[in-house]
């Protein structure tokens, strides 16, 4: 499998931006389709953006126009740039990765076939 490292995140006022970044080792065929998904306390993983490595993307609605996702072909690794944050965008952020990517991935937290530990995002009034 593929081993997924994220770090940024934090905490931020309303208004502001983040950027979160994920690493990668490991089987590296399985990190195709890489993205990002959260999960705020009490609610279900939902997907947030994804990048193929043939440099397809793809967001949330909620999102768009928000963040912005990129990708490093050469390190094999992601990054999210989140500005306007949102009080509803907090939740622990997790970094995806799988062998097949479709403009569908991030509709199910089932797609991706391995994860890194976590991010805590934390937007405040």
């Known amino acids: 499998q593929a081993q997924l490292v994220e770090s940024g995140g934090g905490s931020v006022q309303a208004g502001g931006s983040l950027r979160l970044s994920c690493a990668t080792s490991?089987?590296?065929?399985?990190?195709?389709?890489m993205g990002w998904f959260r999960q705020a306390p009490g609610k279900e993983r939902e997907g947030v953006a994804m990048?193929?490595?043939?440099?397809?993307?793809a967001y949330a609605n909620s999102v768009k126009g928000r963040f912005t996702i990129s990708r490093d072909n050469a390190k094999n690794t992601i990054t999210l740039e989140m500005n306007d944050l949102k009080p509803e965008d907090t939740a622990i952020y997790y970094c995806?990765?799988?062998?097949?990517?479709?403009?569908?991935?991030?509709?199910?937290?089932?797609?991706?076939?391995?994860w890194g530990q976590g991010t805590q995002v934390t937007v405040y009034l």
């Open positions: 995806a990765a799988g062998e097949v990517c479709g403009s569908t991935w991030i509709a199910s937290s089932d797609n991706p076939e391995d």
């Open positions: 490991g089987y590296t065929y399985r990190t195709y389709c």
């Open positions: 990048a193929a490595r043939d440099g397809r993307t």
